[in-house]
């Protein structure tokens, strides 16, 4: 229990800072962004390439996992754009 509330804690500090850096690299250059005009439809949809493991497929799945499981080694990795990763090494040499 502790573990996960510490896993918690540390994903949402992390959150809070990924906001944080991007809002900061883009305040004042932002796009704006189009309105959409047309509702999502499913054909629009599609698949990322890369994003899921290859051994996660209907035959490997088990069901739902209970509530009270504690998940481990888990890592979320997390890249900036080259624009922004650009734009925070100009702002690192300042």
């Known amino acids: 229990m502790f573990l996960r509330d510490a896993c918690l804690s540390a994903l949402r500090h992390l959150a809070t800072f990924s906001f944080a850096v991007i809002y900061t690299l ?8 189009e309105p959409m005009t047309n509702a999502a439809a499913d054909s629009h949809r599609f698949r990322l390439a890369s994003q899921v493991h290859p051994l996660a497929t209907a035959a490997n ?3 739902r996992v209970d509530a009270a499981t ?3 080694s888990i890592t979320l990795n997390f890249a900036p754009k080259a624009d922004q990763q650009a734009a925070l090494e100009a702002l690192l040499v300042r």
């Open 26 to 33: 883009g305040a004042g250059r932002a796009q704006p962004v």
């Open 61 to 63: 799945d088990r069901g």
């Open 70 to 72: 504690t998940l481990s």
